[in-house]
């Protein structure tokens, strides 16, 4: 087979319509617009999401139950309380965490909450901690670590 030969399947190559060449060509007059209206209209056509002026669907989303926000930052939560079941002096991490059975699963980074009380002197280190479990870790002669 040669270059010359090379031809493109039956159907692959359709003719464009060619619209507004007179009533007897099927596409005449109106060029199927239709009559009147805002789609009938020369110019550029409306926007994807435009609803004819009512407020479009897609901005009142948010705040229509159900809507989640794709982009918020989860974590795994660690309350100071359940720290302090642990022994003095150990090095708390997330892999420890999930040891001890604090944690299932080390699916997303932890974060230290400042809730219950703390009287063992740890060595936390985490992703995030609030203000108040750092103040209670320090308080208690321990040591705060951000990973």
Do not use: C, W
């Not at 359709?14 to 617009?33: F, I, N, T, V």
């Not at 003095?88 to 230290?112: A, I």
């Amino acid at each position: 087979m040669m270059e010359h030969e090379i031809t493109a399947t039956a159907g692959a190559r359709k003719k464009r319509k060619r619209l507004g060449r007179g009533d007897s060509s099927g596409h005449g007059s109106y060029s199927g617009r239709g009559m009147k209206g805002q789609k009938s209209r020369s110019g550029k056509g409306l926007k994807p999401g435009f609803e004819g002026g009512q407020l479009p669907l897609i901005k009142g989303l948010p705040m229509m139950r159900g809507f989640t926000n794709i982009f918020k930052d989860k974590f795994h939560i660690v309350k100071i309380g359940d720290l302090g079941k642990l022994t003095d002096g150990t090095e708390v991490n997330p892999q420890t965490l999930v040891e001890t059975g604090l944690l299932r699963k080390l699916k997303y980074p932890v974060k230290v909450l400042g809730n219950g009380e703390l009287s063992v002197s740890l060595s936390v280190f985490a992703h995030k901690f609030t203000k108040t479990s750092e103040k209670k870790i320090l308080a208690a002669g321990g040591r705060v670590e951000l990973i």
